[in-house]
């Protein structure tokens, strides 16, 4: 039986996702629909796509009105062996295996970013402060301390400037499908994807695809820096 088991694993394909080390500042712009949404959204995506979109965002941490101040600029491309777009698994699992290392990863240095703010040190002339309010006084994280009262809240995130996502034949053999994704911004960082990979590669080795790609594919992503 252990045998057979072995047999039936060895005969699955296996997904890969590597990361660059050079981080980006993408802001508070919304990385599921930038990224998965835009993919299922794209004409064509049961074959092959092509995505190149720029998209505003906040990265101060406090803002008296919303007031983007960073363009991320978002690449896509990807091909998947899908003859006459019927057959939509490799494409699905390397959309999962992507978005889970985008997802996981961005949340390792997420922060608030308050938009919606009144800035109470000194008042701010003309500018009522919001009754129901995301936060208040110091704990909005305004520059140089500035006290405030900011009526909503949202995240923002560093991602890799690269993540590419591979599959591999049950002997290893790399196959032609892919998926790259790809992030731009004025404000990027030296380093730091790689010891983010390492927090995470015994959580993606567990990672198991869920539904009929269960049947196709290896339980785990493996994970791994420089893309």
Known sequence: ??????????????????????MVQVGNIDLF????????????NQEAITIDKTYPGEVNRC??????????????EGAWGDSGGTNHNNRDALVQAAWKAVNEISAKDAYDVFTGCCFTDPIQPNCIPPRNYACDQDSCGCQGGQHAVCSTRTTGHQVPSHINAYI??????LLSDHLQITFTSASTEDSG??????????????????????????????????A
């Open 63 to 76: 803002h008296a009105d919303v007031d983007d101040d960073i363009n991320v600029r978002v690449y896509i």
């Open 1 to 22: 039986m252990m045998t057979a088991l072995a047999s039936t694993s060895l005969a699955l394909n296996k997904v890969e996702v590597r990361v660059s080390d050079e």
């Open 168 to 173: 591999y034949d049950a002997n290893n053999n």
């Open 193 to 226: 994807g790689c010891g983010l990979v390492g927090q995470l590669v015994t959580e993606f080795a567990g990672f198991a695809f869920s539904g009929v790609l269960g049947t196709l594919f290896q339980k785990g992503i493996e994970l791994g820096c420089g």
């Open 33 to 44: 629909a930038s990224t998965w949404q835009a993919i299922y959204a794209e004409n064509g």
